[in-house]
């Protein structure tokens, strides 16, 4: 009978910031950008090493790219009010 593998710990660290950065405003954005790095780092750690969680890391990669894209789109959409409205005032 074989031992349980265990779970790289980055990728449930990565999904768990993943998560996070949808649920938390502002701090969000740091938090996903700590996830992503998190998770391709596991990724490259489940890869060379045979642990389980690659399923965990690939979820905190997709989470974590979520949420920046959200923020970039809020960024661009501000950006674009801001110069709209700049030109009526």
Do not use: H
């Not at 502002?26 to 938090?31: N, R, S």
């Not at 790095?37 to 890391?57: D, F, H, M, P, W």
């Not at 501000?78 to 030109?87: A, E, G, K, Q, T």
């Amino acid at each position: 009978m074989e031992a349980p593998q265990e779970t790289n710990g980055k990728a449930v660290a990565a999904l768990v910031l993943g998560i996070l950065s949808l649920v938390i405003p502002y701090i969000g954005f740091i938090f996903g950008i700590i996830g992503l790095v998190l998770a391709n780092i596991s990724v490259k750690e489940i890869t060379l090493s045979g642990q389980s969680g690659r399923g965990l890391a690939i979820a905190g990669r997709v989470t974590s790219i979520i949420c920046l894209s959200l923020y970039g789109v809020f960024l661009l959409l501000v950006l674009i009010f801001v110069v709209i409205f700049s030109f009526y005032y």
